[in-house]
């Protein structure tokens, strides 16, 4: 196997130092630098492309008005209900009432902030619904598309 190859192929971790452990002379493992196990660059490209797939069936729900923009949030952050409301200190049954449109739209100004905190996101554009990239897309994480 040419680990040169490999470790310089784009994937998951692009921009990113890795190790990958290898059976070296005598049995021994060691650390070289790259991922070398293909199979894990493809299964977190088909992870990756399932997330893109969920985040744009949220954004047709959120067009079709199913759902507030909170619905795209979450999911584009990789959340569900249950960790949103640990995030934002509220119920469960509350965070799912706001992604129903006619309660986000009466939300108050506190329950916005909480929302904007855990989204990095403004107060403005969260209450227009503007859906703006995930927060991982800012630190150059996005994802890439597969060959």
């Given at each position: 196997?040419?680990?040169?190859?490999?470790?310089?192929?784009?994937?998951?971790?692009?921009?990113?130092?890795?190790?990958?452990?290898?059976?070296?002379?005598?049995?021994?493992?060691?650390?070289?630098?790259?991922?070398?196990?293909?199979?894990?660059?493809?299964?977190?490209?088909?992870?990756?492309?399932?997330?893109?797939?969920?985040?744009?069936a949220s954004k047709?729900?959120?067009?079709?008005g199913k759902v507030?923009?909170?619905?795209?949030?979450?999911?584009?952050?990789?959340?569900d209900s249950s960790?949103?409301?640990?995030?934002?200190?509220?119920?469960?049954?509350?965070?799912?009432?706001?992604?129903?449109?006619?309660?986000?739209?009466?939300?108050?100004?506190?329950?916005?902030?909480?929302?904007?905190?855990?989204?990095?996101?403004?107060?403005?554009?969260?209450?227009?619904?503007?859906?703006?990239?995930?927060?991982?897309?800012?630190?150059?994480?996005?994802?890439?598309?597969?060959?």
């Open positions: 196997m040419d680990i040169e190859k490999q470790s310089s192929d784009a994937g998951v971790a692009d921009g990113l130092k890795t190790v990958s452990y290898v059976a070296g002379s005598g049995g021994n493992h060691e650390l070289v630098p790259g991922f070398i196990w293909q199979p894990v660059n493809i299964v977190n490209r088909q992870a990756w492309q399932e997330i893109e797939r969920q985040i744009e047709r729900k959120i067009s079709a507030s923009c909170l619905h795209y949030y979450m999911t584009a952050n990789q959340m960790l949103l409301a640990k995030y934002t200190s509220q119920s469960r049954w509350l965070v799912r009432l706001h992604m129903v449109p006619f309660f986000f739209n009466r939300l108050r100004a506190s329950s916005i902030s909480k929302y904007t905190e855990i989204f990095k996101v403004s107060s403005d554009d969260l209450i227009q619904g503007k859906l703006n990239p995930p927060v991982y897309e800012y630190r150059g994480y996005e994802t890439q598309a597969v060959d």
